[in-house]
């Protein structure tokens, strides 16, 4: 069947056009890329891995290099993979001193324990002879000096590495793929809020923010604390499986987390390769490829809830 994928770099504001222009060049490269890919054959596991894999690269995004630091100036990142097919989920907490935290939700695919915290994510890594990485850039280093100057009072965990005003606590980063043998799989990175409490533990790495089954994948950006309140991936994933259709599903969860007053947003594909995104917040960072085009969410109207392309 023709693959399908869709990614997103996160939901923070952008009003900066040279802002989005870069933003709209680095998510198409990459949808291209991992496209291109999963058109030869890759599996949407692997397609995920290595979408991941690029996002977390790109130092604009929060996730693996470019990260923000937590209330402590440390960077601790968080990520997971989920295959439908297995209907099996892997992840790593609040882990240091790695490039790419999906690698390690990608080994603990094969594992009996599948979701490891800060220590033992680190342990695996050593054991993996993964080498010590610091993903801390500059930017990072001064936004916090300057937050702490300010004595912590403003919100960090701004998308892009440039000066701006903007509030948001919503950088993450994940990819849903569809391969051609028609199996789906969902993965999800992130940084974490920004200047968050030592421990506190994202939604990234939980069902709650990526989940797939079969018939359905999704991934999660926003504040975490509300993507776990709604529950949102495994709710949307589980209403196709109920038997909505993967629109329906998305703009009744949407609906509710708009009831309560969230800041979120969710993308999603269905086995019959229908893609579909909703939002609570008023950006959402998301690319795709439909086989036949390549598209974006970048200019959506704030108040545009939702939207979806037909297979
Ligand atoms: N959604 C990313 C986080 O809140 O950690």
């Known amino acids: ?30 949808v291209m890329e991992v496209y291109q890919a999963l058109n030869q054959d890759l599996t949407a596991v692997e397609a995920v891995r290595l979408g991941c894999e690029l996002l977390e690269n790109e130092p604009r995004f929060n996730a693996g ?16 993979l989920m295959d439908g097919q297995r209907q099996n989920f892997s992840g790593v907490i609040n882990v240091s001193r790695v490039k790419n935290p999906i690698h390690l939700a990608h080994f603990l695919q094969q ?4 979701i ?48 701006a005003d903007t509030e948001a606590r919503k950088g993450t980063i994940g990819v849903v793929a569809l391969d051609r043998e028609g199996r789906i799989a969902a993965g999800t990175s992130t940084g974490g809020k920004g200047l968050e409490r030592i421990g506190r ?3 990234s790495a939980m069902p709650a923010g990526n989940y797939a089954t079969a018939q359905a994948g999704v991934s999660c950006t926003g ?24 629109q329906q599903a998305m703009t009744k969860s949407i609906t509710e987390a708009q009831a309560h007053s969230t800041d979120l947003a969710a993308i999603a594909l269905d086995q019959q390769g229908n893609l579909a995104w909703g939002k609570t917040c ?3 960072l998301a690319a795709y490829h439909t086989g036949q085009s390549l598209g974006d969410t970048l200019e959506l109207a704030d108040d545009q809830a939702w939207g979806h392309v037909s297979a």
């Open 201 to 203: 533990v994202s939604d």
């Open 1 to 30: 069947m023709q693959p399908k994928l869709i990614i997103h770099g996160g939901a923070s504001s952008l009003d900066d056009k040279g802002g989005l222009a870069l933003v709209r060049q680095s998510l198409h490269q990459i």
């Open 65 to 80: 290099t470019g990260s923000v630091l937590q209330s402590d100036g440390q960077v601790r990142m968080s990520a997971s």
């Open 116 to 163: 490891l915290s800060d220590y033992g994510a680190l342990e695996l890594a050593r054991e993996l002879q993964i080498p010590c990485y610091d993903p801390l850039t500059d930017f990072r280093i001064q936004e916090w000096l300057e937050e702490r100057k300010d004595n912590f009072q403003k919100k960090m965990a701004r998308l892009i590495a440039e000066p």
């Open 223 to 246: 504040v975490g604390e509300d993507i776990i309140n709604e529950c949102l991936a495994a709710k949307i994933v589980i209403r196709v499986g109920d038997g909505l259709s993967l």
């Open 282 to 284: 008023p950006v959402l």
């Open 111 to 114: 594992e009996t324990d599948r």
